[in-house]
């Protein structure tokens, strides 16, 4: 009876600091995945279109962008826009990015020049 009750004091143990590393792993995850809404930038130059996300940075070519649009259709004055994308990637063939430019009229018109085969809804 009594390497029973020591079994069960030492798996509960385990579980005890299974559950702290699994409280602590959740809650940096999600203060990064807050901090990296808060903290991004856009560039948009010749080749394609940047996001920089905290230290992550995605690259969409231009020729891969084919629709803009807002992000609440139902809101016209939405500042989020929804940009549609073709990737190439074992899960999905298109893909959205969401973006909440400082100048709208200006991220607009440097997507319309940039990728003019692109639908844009707005």
Not at 67 to 96: N, Q
Request: proline share 3%; hydrophobic share 45%.
């Amino acid at each position: 009876m009594a390497s029973l009750s020591g079994f069960l004091l030492t798996v509960n143990r385990h579980f005890g600091s299974l559950a702290y590393i699994m409280c602590v792993t959740w809650t940096v995850s999600g203060v990064l995945q807050i901090l990296s809404w808060r903290f991004v930038s856009w560039e948009l130059d010749a080749g394609c279109l940047r996001v920089h996300k905290l230290w992550i940075v995605k690259e969409i070519a231009w020729d891969k962008v084919t629709h803009v649009g807002s992000w609440y259709p139902k809101y016209i004055s939405s500042k989020y826009l929804e940009v549609h994308y073709v990737r190439s990637g074992p899960r999905s063939d298109r893909a959205s990015i969401v973006a909440n430019p400082k100048d709208q009229v200006q991220f607009l018109a440097a997507l319309r020049q940039h990728a003019p085969q692109a639908e844009v809804d707005v």
